[in-house]
């Protein structure tokens, strides 16, 4: 079955830009999006095909992809902006058209 | 705008149905595709399947064969049973609105996301 996979954990200062990435073998060919979950909270999502931003998301989130990877950029990262942070994409096995995986989600901490 | 609310028990025994439904409110359920999404404590993210407003459905080959995610336009509802439970598919259940997009150019294609959530609901399999 298709695989994104992310880091467990990153970890930034107030005002750092933080990077969380996303890997699969489909990204060349397939959007990927992000979504954002605060503890005890439903899932927000944050970024869209790559790199839109939907409207009410701070400019500060940005998104961008190449080759296998997709970035998640938080430029000047708040301590608001802490939490769990999911890519999403299409399942491209090839064995199951539309249908949809998560990565397995990082933990950003900002302190 | 529209707002999603999950219901159902909070408990349900091993080897039994889970069954909840999610209640569609400030819009329709019309001409959208509605899906399920869970999370088991301390993990992360697993789609469960969606389906869309005239019935037609898609769903996690891994939970396929004890999933049916059925809708209910006059009630503006739509509903997940999984059935054989274990402890395994103890998770908050979250149903969301899916918006579907076709893109040409390097990446074309017909893209599915989850674009409005519920607030999810904590599903409990024990005996």
């Known amino acids: 079955s298709y695989e994104l996979t992310q880091p467990p954990s990153v970890s930034v200062s107030p005002g750092q830009t933080a990077r969380i990435t996303c890997s699969g073998d489909?990204?060349?060919?397939?959007?990927a999006y992000w979504y954002q979950q605060k503890s005890g909270q439903a899932p927000v999502l944050v970024i869209y095909e790559d790199s839109k931003r939907p409207s009410g998301i701070p400019e500060r989130f940005s998104g961008s992809s190449s080759g296998t990877m997709a970035t998640l950029t938080i430029s000047g990262a708040q301590v608001e902006d802490e939490a769990d942070y999911y890519c999403y994409s299409t399942d491209s096995s090839g064995n199951h058209r539309g249908g949809v995986v998560f990565g397995g989600g990082t933990k950003l901490t900002v302190l | 705008q529209v707002q999603l609310q999950e219901s159902g028990p909070g408990l349900v025994k091993p080897s039994e149905t889970l069954s909840l439904t999610c209640t569609v409110s400030g819009g329709s359920i019309s001409s959208y595709y509605w899906s399920w999404i869970r999370q088991p404590p301390g993990k992360g993210l697993e789609w469960i399947g969606y389906?869309?407003?005239?019935?037609?459905?898609n769903y996690n080959p891994s939970l396929k064969s004890r999933v049916t995610i059925s809708v209910d336009t006059s009630k503006n509802q739509f509903s997940l049973k999984l059935s054989s439970v274990t402890a395994a598919d103890t998770a908050v259940y979250y149903c969301?609105?899916?918006?579907?997009?076709?893109?040409?150019?390097?990446?074309?294609?017909?893209?599915?996301?989850?674009?409005?959530w519920g607030k999810g609901t904590t599903v409990t399999v024990s005996s």
């Open positions: 489909a990204l060349p060919k397939k959007y």
């Open positions: 969301a609105r899916v918006m579907v997009t076709m893109v040409r150019g390097v990446k074309a294609g017909y893209y599915y996301y989850m674009d409005v």
């Open positions: 389906i869309y407003y005239s019935g037609s459905t």
